[in-house]
């Protein structure tokens, strides 16, 4: 499987203010996903990311507002834009397996006052 | 609209006993499910999966059961151990869990006394 890091692991943010959530993985991937979890809510699928394309974002999710990059077969970032308290969540990276499971990052604890 | 649906926030099982997870699903689209165990703090764990063309997969202490007419699954977990204490989400995907993410249940705490 494979090893994935997140920077910041949590950040505390002023609304209005953005973040970059960095996401690296230690192989070579196709396809990294970004998931959010909100308060006792389930992950939430934010988009696809792959490599020399442009992200595909699921329905409620503008790229406006979660601008992705993928520059590299094994790094991501995802940016929270102007922030509110609403955007208070875990934000998850992930990539494919070799079956069709999916690994994930740590997380990146936001909280947005 | 939650097409994974896990109904039981939390479980208590003793400790040696069986755990029995349950998930439902809405979309008959979905055809690949998996489990996933999460400590606080931590990005959840893949545990186990099955493909709807099977109705049982089974890896260690852990196995899961497909029902596709009756669109639920389980996971059962023998005999529990005081580290399976964590919350499972249960997932699904329409593509074999390949291109597409996944749509996660709410998650279920389990929580195995000694």
């Known amino acids: 499987s494979a090893v994935i890091s997140q920077k910041p692991s949590r950040d505390i943010c002023q609304r209005g203010t953005s973040l970059t959530i960095q996401c690296q993985v230690d192989?070579?991937?196709?396809?990294m996903f970004w998931y959010r979890q909100q308060p006792g809510q389930s992950l939430t699928l934010i988009a696809t990311?792959?490599?020399?394309?442009?992200?595909?974002?699921e329905s409620g999710f503008v790229i406006d507002k979660f601008p992705i990059s993928r520059p590299n077969l094994t790094f991501s970032t995802l940016t929270v834009s102007n922030m509110s308290p609403e955007d208070s969540s875990i934000y998850l990276c992930?990539?494919?397996?070799?079956?069709?499971?999916?690994?994930f990052g740590p997380g990146t604890r936001l909280t947005v006052t | 609209d939650q097409q994974v649906k896990q109904n039981s926030p939390s479980l208590s099982v003793q400790e040696g006993r069986i755990s029995i997870l349950n998930c439902d699903y809405t979309?008959?689209?979905?055809?690949?499910f998996l489990w996933y165990k999460k400590y606080p703090a931590e990005g959840p764990t893949f545990l186990i999966s099955?493909?709807?063309?099977?109705d049982k997969n089974e890896d260690g202490r852990f196995t899961v059961f497909l029902n596709k007419s009756a669109k639920h699954l389980s996971l059962h977990i023998v005999p529990s151990q005081p580290g399976d204490s964590a919350v499972y989400f249960c997932?699904?995907?329409?593509?074999?869990?390949?291109?597409?993410?996944?749509?996660f249940g709410k998650g279920t705490h389990l929580i195995i006394q000694p």
């Open positions: 192989s070579q991937v196709t396809m």
């Open positions: 099955i493909s709807s063309i099977k």
């Open positions: 979309n008959s689209m979905f055809d690949y």
């Open positions: 990311a792959n490599q020399g394309s442009e992200a595909t974002y």
């Open positions: 997932a699904a995907s329409s593509s074999g869990g390949g291109a597409d993410g996944l749509t």
């Open positions: 992930s990539v494919r397996g070799g079956f069709n499971e999916q690994y």
